[in-house]
């Protein structure tokens, strides 16, 4: 503990051997938590000022195994997690840690701690790190793509674990409920403003889902995406700010739909569609490029014909798990078939989405292996 204790004195801050012994102390007491607890806390001081000692001393290999030994420990996550994002502003610090798991061990640090509000804090701030500081090279461009997919899942599931929200979600439920007619124009209320607004918050679909079956929500949700999708088409034209426009229109690809898009508009513009990316991108992407209002509501409606009717039958089949009126390891334990059934449709998106993206963006690489070969 003391060797831990030595790096906060400004003295022994920038001695490359105070880490050095701070980290073969932290190997040699792995299965003693308070230990890792204050040598992931010097790690997490040390990193704000010399990260790159922290990084050469092997810092980084023994703040990941700290996450990986106790997952729970909301203090020991937060310090890590901390660690991490400041590393990741160094000069090639995020390429470094593209080369780790240390995206997978942030990831899996907030979905099991999504209500400490610090490991979610720090874990969103080396996300968008990671989004934004990495040079952009063929493999960086996919590993940072998987990066920002992962990291607004794990936001939306961090928003979707907050207690309040998810009481209000119940409440809603059980209003829909009591009041079936009014319910539905809620959830169409709810449903189309958070289209819009980009948040991936989905307890309000999965709880209607929940409430009125799997047909009849399918069509509540596709009213609501068609609802959205049509208000972000106007907003886009009319009220998103430039540099918001420019952020989007940046994303690589919305850039590679933007140069293909006047072959086919509904066929690329539905591949848009199913594509993997941040939920901001996917409502406003489309909207901003050279399409006529009639192939963009198309493409909308397809895109939907895949996502809302795995939606609908997830919410339909575990909506009460999801909004915690069910325990799912009791479930898991009685009949796994019903958790696998309802998550299989979801899974299959999943799957599919990879895939789509891929097709829109491996293009641009081979358009760009043929320019270099041409040269």
Known sequence: MDTMKMLEDPLYAREVVAYTNAVKAAAQHLADEEVQYAFTFAMSFGATRYPNIVMKCGGLQGVLAAMARYPKNERLQAEC?????????????????????????????????????????????????????????????????????????????????????????????FFMRANPLLGMALHA????????????????????????????????????????????????????PLKRKESIMAHPTVARVDRILSESPIYYGTLFRL?????????????????????????????????????????????????????????????????LGGIAPALAMLVLMPTVAKVLLGSDEKDKDKADKAE
């Open 189 to 240: 209320v709810l449903s189309t403003a958070i289209t819009v607004s980009g948040i991936p918050f989905s307890l309000v679909d999965l709880g209607a889902s929940w409430v009125y079956g799997f047909q009849t929500a399918m069509c509540m949700l596709l009213v609501a995406k068609t609802l959205g999708s049509i208000l972000c088409f106007l907003v886009a034209h009319s009220l998103l």
């Open 81 to 173: 997690c901390e660690t991490l994002r400041n590393i990741a502003e160094m000069p090639d610090g995020a390429d470094t840690l593209l080369e780790t798991n240390a995206m997978e061990a942030v990831l899996d640090s907030m979905r099991m701690n999504a209500q400490a509000e610090w490991v979610l804090q720090e874990g969103c701030g080396f996300i968008c790190r990671m989004i934004t500081e990495p040079r952009m090279g063929k493999l960086k461009d996919k590993a940072v793509a998987v990066a920002t997919f992962g990291g607004f899942m794990a936001i939306g599931m961090a928003i979707s674990s907050n207690p309040q929200l998810k009481e209000r979600a119940v409440h809603m439920a």
């Open 275 to 339: 594509a993997l990316m941040p939920a901001f991108v996917k409502n406003y992407g489309l909207a901003l490029l050279n399409i006529r209002f009639k192939h963009y509501i198309t493409c909308c409606l397809l895109g939907s014909c895949f996502g809302v009717p795995a939606q609908a039958y997830l919410g339909s089949q575990l909506g009460d798990i999801y909004l915690g009126l069910r325990d799912a390891e009791a479930v898991a334990q009685s009949d796994p078939l019903v958790l």
